[in-house]
Each structure stands twice: as C-alpha cells, then as structure tokens.
T-cell receptor
Framework: QQQVKQSPQSLIVQKGGISIINCAYE??????FPWYQQFPGKGPALLIA?????SEKKEGRFTISFNKSAKQFSLHIMDSQPGDSATYFC??????????FGTGTRLKVLA | DAGVIQSPRHEVTEMGQEVTLRCKPI?????LFWYRQTMMRGLELLIY????????DSGMPEDRFSAKMPNASFSTLKIQPSEPRDSAVYFC?????????????FGSGTRLTVV
C-alpha cells in the first residue's frame, strides 16, 4: 500500500513533442503529489506538485493531471526540449512529510 | 541561500572503514531527510528528523548506520563498518514542515564507493 508505481522506465521523445509519465498509488491517505526532476550528478529538484482537491495543475510547459478515483496522476511536458532530458520521479506523501518515490523515468528528448 | 550543502561530494573507502557524511540544511527549515539512491532500489528514505529529533528511522538498513542532528544547521550520517553494498549516492534534503507547497530541497549528494 505504500508503493508508488511509475511508468515508463524510459522515454524518448522528439523535440517539440509531448512527454507523458504516469504514476499510480494505492494509499488513499496520500494528500500531496510532487514531481521531481534530476539531472546527472545533481540532486532531485521539485518541479511541480498537486493536492487531490484539484484535477489539474499547470506551470509553464509542465502539467500534472490527477485522477482521484483511479488513484493515478501523470506529468505532461508540452513542447519537449533537449534541455528537459533528465530523470523524473513522482512521489506521494501523507502529512508526515515522508515521501514515497516512484522508481523514476529517464527522459531523452531528441534534437 | 546556498541551498542544502553536502560534503564530501565523493568518497572512496575500503571495506571496514568508518564513513561520515555531512549535511547543512537550508536555514530556517525544520525537517531533514537522508536518502540513499541506487539503480536497483531507487530513492530510499533512511531517516527523517523534525526539529533535530529523529522521527522515523525505519529505513536505516542496519546497526552499521547511524545519524545525528546535534543542531538545526548540521547533520551527519555514519556508516561503521562500511561494506561494498553500501556504495550509492546519499542525499540529504530539508523542508519547512507546515509548508507542503515547498516540498523538499535536496543537496547535490555524496557518491560513496566502498571497495
């Protein structure tokens, strides 16, 4: 029940395309769902986050879609750029601040 | 703000030696987390402090691992004795509890290699 399942493991997208990464969770007590972006040799950095009282949140080219009934959430990267090439992690937490991370998606955007 | 500062960036040690990793959280943050990242297991939470007090250490793999936070601006993660299977990147992160919207801020990590 504590797991967060992330897919796909890796993704290759053409420049200008849409990158979509999906996550699913079991624990309905989770109430905060962040996405982190990690470049090689760096720590993960918070990209965007959503709470379950909204179905979508957009920040620039990055959008989180949240489906509470299906217990799924996804990250959409519009107009993907080579600079977006990184590993992306979804996470979920209750109000204990203990994040459960997904296994990561390695995104490569081709120029 | 300089962010979360970890040292050293890289550590190579021989099996059986003691290793100490250090972390300086962001000033004003009251929660600190130690994570370990490997290809096989991804990001694993080792221990979580709130206001310098360990709250959850269920992720600490075994007694060889210990963590301390003597004050709000410093934490250490110690492995004694170290083993090759401890080789990983160790991240420290901090956050301001009560402000969920800010999430965690991670340091750049310490890459530990035990030979």
């Amino acid at each position: 029940q504590q797991q967060v399942k992330q897919s796909p493991q890796s993704l290759i997208v053409q420049k200008g395309g849409i990158s979509i990464i999906n996550c699913a969770y079991e624990n309905t007590a989770f109430d905060y769902f962040p996405w982190y972006q990690q470049f090689p040799g760096k720590g993960p950095a918070l990209l965007i986050a959503i709470r379950p009282d909204v179905s979508e949140k957009k920040e620039g080219r990055f959008t989180i879609s949240f489906n509470k009934s299906a217990k799924q959430f996804s990250l959409h990267i519009m107009d993907s750029q080579p600079g977006d090439s990184a590993t992306y992690f979804c996470a979920a937490s209750k109000r204990t601040y203990k994040y459960i991370f997904g296994t990561g998606t390695r995104l490569k955007v081709l120029a | 703000d300089a962010g979360v500062i970890q040292s050293p960036r890289h550590e190579v040690t021989e099996m059986g030696q003691e290793v100490t990793l250090r972390c300086k959280p962001i000033s004003g943050h009251n929660s600190l987390f130690w994570y370990r990242q490997t290809m096989m297991r991804g990001l694993e939470l080792l221990i979580y402090f709130n206001n310098n007090v360990p709250i959850d250490d269920s992720g600490m793999p075994e007694d060889r691992f210990s963590a301390k936070m003597p004050n709000a601006s410093f934490s250490t993660l110690k492995i004694q004795p170290s083993e090759p299977r401890d080789s990983a990147v160790y991240f420290c992160a901090s956050s301001l509890q009560g402000e969920l919207g800010y999430g965690y801020t991670f340091g750049s990590g310490t890459r530990l290699t035990v030979v």
